[in-house]
């Protein structure tokens, strides 16, 4: 077992494979605080510790106090059960459970074609050709 929570954070970092400021960014964290945790000189905020379980799918009472395992072990099950609870649509649920399955950076490419798409469903309800077509179908 860690001696310390700043232990712990840098062997969850280690565990990620990935860099501070990669973690620090996840976090919106400045990376020399994350430097402070792992060396510790410094203790997460509470806000930080729900933080780290929320964006790496942590368990608590590992990063706290090193016991049990260092990750949650969300089922699809369980994601299915969430997402039952947000729509009936099957579609919009099997949507729902991929994108939660999605890394940070998929996310983003996701979000980004969304939002394009629906800008562009936007440009259309507005143009005049729609409103030459909503006008001739009213006659």
Known sequence: ???NIGERIGKLIKAL????VRFA????ID??????LTSGKRNPSERTIFDICREFNV??????NGNGE?????TEDEFAKAAATLSNDTFIRSLIIEYWKLDEDSKKLFRNFVHKLS???RVKENSPEKSI???????
């Open 70 to 74: 260092m990750f949650l072990n969300v």
């Open 1 to 3: 077992m860690d001696n």
């Open 119 to 121: 800008d562009d469903m």
């Open 31 to 36: 990376q020399s605080y994350v430097t402070q």
């Open 25 to 28: 960014e996840r976090l919106k």
């Open 133 to 139: 077509q909503t006008k001739a179908s009213n006659q």
């Open 17 to 20: 494979n990935i860099k501070k």
């Open 59 to 64: 368990r608590e009472e590992w990063l706290r």
